[in-house]
């Protein structure tokens, strides 16, 4: 097996240069226009095969072996977020109102290392490594535009694998764990349609206000009072909205949330659920209402694979010590991956880069940074569980598995 450690360490200038040129420059949802373009100048100077305007603005490389194989995805996220960076570096964002602060940035470092890394080992490995370098991850639904575009087919995945810098976590800490791991979120939108009038004739009205308000409390009732104390499932309401004046009673009141699951049982009970109280309630005051789940923005649980946890597992046990390797509970975020996830086995995981002096922000926190000592770390570990997963990884796929 090759070692990527030391190569990745002699990358580091270089994967530094580029992180901090993608932070400086950073590109919303199907907007990484520059950013496909740096890419993609890169991997056609290594000689992989190259597509461009994959789902909108997505880029795939696929880097061939010594000789034919199975086919492995990297997964790396391009996006960066509408945030106002808050921040002394030299390398802050000089675009207003624009921030990579979930460290994007230094996913696209790390897969054009990878790239660069597996072009020059490419004798000594079998099979094809698909790099996909996706647009628009923070709910915009990148992945799954890149799976309409054909990213799974020609030649397909036989296994797929993304990661995630941590900020929140020791550099060089990382998770490669089977099952559920980060949850399905929906968004969803209330209206309440009362009808207004003067805010001294409350008899002649149906307030939404008032209404909106026993709404809130009754949805927070549902977690506790219908979900199993042994399931996990978050619904938050995150807007509400009613009236805009003293003394008049509102007319509507609009109300929007999330919710956060991993069992669709469960799903399907709190969407039950919602509607039901939204129906009593609207029902006893005299109301009507809307309730839209939005399902165009509904993004899966991610969920590991076990023998692709495994084999991810053995990999970074070439890289890593096995206390660095950490047991986390599953996440309540969620993630695209998902998307591919659920049409390949595969894996997700989690990378520490927490910086030197303790992170500032969290993710999608204007003064969010990393420590980029998770750079070369990141690139070894991809490369080394593509090469992993190539060499001895689909031994352990025997045709008696696949029935
Ligand atoms: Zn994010
Ligand atoms: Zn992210």
Redo the contacts with the bound molecule.
């Keep these: 097996m090759i070692n990527f450690r030391d190569l990745a360490q002699a990358l580091m200038p270089q994967l530094v240069a580029w992180r901090r040129d993608f932070h400086q420059h950073p590109e919303l949802g199907f907007e990484e226009v520059r950013t496909a373009d740096i890419v993609a100048a890169h991997l056609r100077n290594l000689n992989i095969e190259t597509s461009v305007g994959v789902g909108k603005t997505g880029v795939v490389g696929l880097v061939r072996g010594s000789g034919p194989g199975p086919t492995v995805l990297l997964r790396f996220d391009m996006d960066a977020?509408p945030i106002q960076e808050q921040s002394a570096a030299p390398y802050a964002s000089q675009r207003p109102g624009r921030m990579h602060?979930?460290?994007?940035d230094a996913h696209t470092a790390m897969g054009m290392g990878v790239a660069q890394l597996l072009a020059h080992t490419r004798e000594q490995w079998p099979g094809q490594v698909k790099l996909l370098f996706q647009p628009a991850?923070?709910g915009l639904g990148g992945a799954l535009a890149t799976i309409r575009d054909g990213v799974l087919t020609n030649p397909r995945p036989d296994a797929a694998f993304a990661l995630h810098v941590w900020n929140q976590a020791a550099l060089g800490t990382l998770t490669v764990q089977a099952g559920p791991f980060m949850a399905a979120a929906d968004r969803f939108e209330i209206e309440i349609i009362g009808h207004g009038g003067h805010g001294a004739a409350p008899e002649d009205t149906i307030d939404a206000l008032l209404i909106g308000a026993q709404v809130v409390n009754a949805l927070h009732h549902i977690i506790s009072r219908n979900i199993p104390p042994h399931e996990t499932a978050v619904l938050s309401l995150g807007s509400f909205h009613a009236g805009n004046a003293f003394n008049v009673i509102a007319q509507r009141a609009t109300l929007s949330g999330t919710l956060r699951t991993f069992e669709p049982a469960i799903r399907n009970t709190l969407i039950d659920r919602m509607g039901q109280v939204l129906e009593g309630i609207c029902t006893a005051y005299g109301a009507s209402y809307t309730f839209n789940l939005i399902e165009a923005e509904y993004t899966p649980a991610v969920r590991n694979d076990p023998r692709m946890a495994e084999i991810a597992r053995q990999a970074a046990s070439n890289l890593f010590e096995p206390q660095q390797i950490i047991q986390i509970r599953p996440m309540m975020?969620s993630e695209d991956m998902s998307e591919i996830l659920n049409r390949v086995p595969g894996c997700y995981i989690m990378l520490g880069a927490e910086p030197e002096t303790g992170a500032l922000g969290s993710?999608?926190n204007p003064k969010f940074d990393i420590n980029e000592e998770v750079l070369p770390l990141g690139t070894a570990l991809m490369a080394q569980i593509a090469t992993h997963f190539l060499l001895d990884g689909t031994s352990a796929a025997s045709p008696t598995l696949m029935i």
């Design positions: 977020l602060a979930c460290g994007h991850e923070e975020v993710h999608h």
